[in-house]
């Protein structure tokens, strides 16, 4: 069955603490898998996109790794600030599905 | 970048009256867009495929009649929440393919339509 499963729910940080937000998934056959931020009461806005052949991918203060061997990805947010807090969405498409995982709600703290 | 809109942004309505979302990308041409339903702390959920001139899809669980898509141009999709009532309220957002495949597929997301039925 095809999966997408994140991790911690939620969390909470202070401003300027980095994080990491994880990502497993059960989908195959793989084509990429997608780092999403949606703020509350808006759309999601890409941040990454990864391919198989890909393990690391950045803009600006966010991270994104891939192990596509053993089908898990990360999100690292460097210094993060108050603007940072969000939903963040895992997405994963395979050949015609795109599974959306239930997302990390992270709320920064001044 | 690829933008998509949609309108209204909000829309509050009576038991029973039917809505029209619009969803529309500004500045490529889509040939599928995707309609979502998402409810408070939950993720989103497809609800139907839209194809340019051609019949939608339709997720498991989603009245088709219902909930009405119209893909008429390359730029614009509409849902129709017909006969809305209090738990159709949600947040509906729509999202867009470019027409110009590539290898990476992705979407382009619309900032959502919340839906209030009273």
């Known amino acids: 069955k095809n999966q997408v499963e994140q991790s911690p729910q939620s969390l909470i940080i202070l401003e300027g603490k980095n994080c990491t937000l994880q990502c497993n998934y059960t989908v195959s056959p793989f084509s990429n898998l997608r780092w999403y931020k949606q703020d509350t009461g808006r759309g999601p806005v890409s941040l990454t996109i990864m391919t198989f052949s890909e393990n690391t991918k950045s803009n600006g203060r966010y ?10 990805s990360s999100l690292h947010i460097t210094a993060s600030q108050l603007s940072d807090s969000a939903s963040y969405i895992c997405v994963v498409s395979a050949r015609d599905k795109i599974i959306f995982g239930k997302g990390t709600r992270l709320h920064i703290l001044p | 970048g690829a933008v998509v809109s949609q309108h209204p942004s909000w829309v509050i309505c009576k038991s029973g009256t039917s809505v029209k979302i619009e969803c529309r990308s500004l500045d490529f041409q889509a040939t599928t867009m995707f309609w979502y339903r998402q409810f408070p702390k939950q993720s989103l ?38 006969s809305a009532h209090p738990e159709d309220s949600s947040f509906y957002i729509c999202s867009a393919r470019d027409r110009v495949p590539s290898s990476l597929d992705e979407q382009f997301f619309g900032p959502g339509t919340r839906l209030t039925v009273l």
């Open chain 2, 45 to 82: 959920m497809l609800m139907a495929t839209s194809n340019e001139g051609s019949k939608a899809t339709y997720e498991q669980g989603v009245e088709k009649d219902k909930f009405l898509i119209n893909h008429a141009s390359l730029t614009l999709s509409t849902l129709t929440v017909t």
């Open chain 1, 63 to 72: 991270t994104a790794t891939l192990d596509a061997d053993t089908k898990q």
